[in-house]
């Protein structure tokens, strides 16, 4: 079946601009998370969904960074006013449960210039 | 929160035995799992343990010592597309959350 998919796969943008990064999960799986994966770094936690409903956003770092899940399957993650900082890998990933074993997407390569 | 600690890159020759370490702190253990990530790749799971002992799929095996808050990774028969990051993580129920914790990741390097 259908992996965990993301869009777009690479994102250049201009800083302050706003970019929204897409994940769908695989179908049936209940939990949705986001990280954030610097070059030579395991993935850092930003926020997951268990269904629609946000569980958990203590490691969205500032409030430009925000998350949604209306339906409780694809997840979009906007992250307003850009900043160079802002440059990484963001990875989703789901599970059938919440911290179960998760499949992780492919991630979106952003660069913000 | 945890601390989980892994070395940072292990060199090993193809066809041997190679040994992935780590380490952890937290109150409220509730499992444990690796994953390998090849460069430029998603991380795709390996291994789960929760209760102490040796688990064991093929070529890898993975090991856990709540009482230690160690765990260790074994991969036999290494060939050379063994060569990738090794990610623990470890999940701490005591603040409520279930979702695992990423260690920085070991990168194994497998030469002929």
């Known amino acids: 079946g259908a992996g965990v998919s993301q869009s777009p796969r690479y994102k250049v943008t201009k800083r302050g601009q706003d970019v929204a990064l897409r994940c769908d999960p695989i179908s049936g799986h209940v939990s949705l998370y986001w990280y954030r994966q610097a070059l030579g770094q395991g993935p850092e936690f930003l926020t997951y969904?268990?269904?629609?409903?946000?569980?958990?956003k203590s490691g969205l770092p500032n409030d430009r960074f925000s998350a949604e899940r209306p339906e409780g399957s694809i997840s979009t993650l906007t992250i307003q006013r850009t900043e160079q900082r802002d440059s990484a890998m963001y990875r989703c990933?789901?599970?059938?449960?919440?911290?179960?074993?998760?499949?992780f997407g492919p991630g979106t390569r952003l660069t913000v210039t | 929160g945890q601390n989980i600690d892994q070395p940072t890159e292990m060199t090993a020759t193809e066809g041997a035995i190679v040994q992935i370490n780590c380490t952890y702190q937290?109150?409220?253990?509730?499992?444990l799992f690796w994953y390998q990530q090849h460069a430029g790749e998603a991380p795709t799971f390996l291994s789960y343990?929760?209760?102490?002992g040796l688990e064991e799929k093929g070529r890898f095996s993975s090991f856990l010592s709540r009482s230690k808050g160690y765990s260790y990774l074994l991969l036999k028969e290494l060939q050379m597309k063994d060569s990738a990051s090794y990610l623990c993580?470890?999940?701490?129920?005591?603040?409520?959350?279930?979702?695992?914790?990423f260690g920085r990741g070991t990168s194994l390097i497998v030469h002929p």
């Open positions: 969904f268990n269904y629609e409903a946000q569980q958990d």
């Open positions: 343990n929760v209760l102490d």
């Open positions: 993580a470890v999940r701490d129920q005591s603040g409520g959350s279930y979702i695992p914790t």
């Open positions: 937290t109150s409220g253990f509730n499992g």
């Open positions: 990933a789901s599970s059938l449960v919440a911290g179960d074993e998760q499949y």
